[in-house]
């Protein structure tokens, strides 16, 4: 079975502090994709980045980065210099499968809420 | 532009009054599917729909119908909906081959009182 685990509930930090959420991912595939989901407080879910399983180089995109570790099964996103738009709750997700049936379903999880205060 | 629509955004009702949120997508996606979300328990997977006609339960179905009558209709219903019902909604689509490429709805708040 697959799971994600967000250890992190809650994170509030200060303005310019960098910050890092962590995701715990479980699976048997080897063929997987990661996610990361930003839902601000209006609601929507805004698509971050994704990661397949044989690609572990780390990504930066502006302020954003992230750390895909196959070795222990985690895929850390790291905010430097955060802002408080950055406030949000973020979710890791994952889908994993032979994708031979088609009936894979993403997989998150429960989200950590980043709080960044002025 | 490539989009899938939620309606409505948001409804308040009473206790066992059936209600229909639809959810439309223009991309010819095959698969289609439905979660809820839950404060401290992230997104969970109510339905599925793999093509017209073929739907499966996912992890919490219990409350809730769907049809796939049209590929690209995805209707979730509540027959008698319960507070316990009371949550965030989301509808989302892929391709078949492309699984990768999740496409959410803006999501639809529900209250259930």
């Known amino acids: 079975a697959q799971k994600v685990t967000q250890a992190q509930t809650e994170i509030s930090v200060v303005e310019k502090e960098d910050v890092t959420l962590d995701c715990v991912y479980e699976?048997?595939?080897?063929?997987?994709?990661l996610f990361w989901y930003k839902q601000p407080p209006s609601g929507e879910l805004v698509f971050l980045i994704r990661?397949?399983?044989?690609?572990?180089q780390n990504e930066i995109s502006g302020r954003y980065s992230w750390n895909f570790q196959k070795s222990t099964s985690s895929f850390n996103f790291t905010i430097t210099a955060s802002q408080v738009v950055d406030s949000a709750v973020y979710f890791c997700a994952l889908i994993s499968g032979d994708f031979q049936g088609g009936s894979e379903k993403l997989v998150f999880g429960k989200g950590t809420k980043l709080t960044v205060n002025p | 532009e490539a989009q899938v629509t939620q309606n409505p955004r948001y409804l308040i009702t009473v206790t066992g009054k059936k209600l229909t949120v639809t959810c439309s997508q223009n991309m010819n996606h095959e698969y289609m599917s439905w979660y809820r979300q839950d404060p401290g328990l992230g997104l969970r997977q109510i339905y599925y729909s793999m093509n017209v006609e073929v739907t499966d339960k996912g992890d919490v179905p219990e409350g809730y119908k769907v049809s796939r009558k049209e590929k690209r209709n995805f209707p979730l219903i509540l027959e008698s909906p319960s507070p316990n019902q009371t949550s965030l909604y989301f509808c989302?689509?892929?391709?078949?081959?492309?699984?990768?490429?999740?496409?959410f709805g803006p999501g639809t708040r529900l209250t259930v009182t």
């Open positions: 989302a689509s892929r391709s078949a081959d492309r699984y990768y490429e999740q496409y």
């Open positions: 699976t048997r595939d080897t063929t997987y994709y």
């Open positions: 990661r397949n399983s044989f690609d572990e």
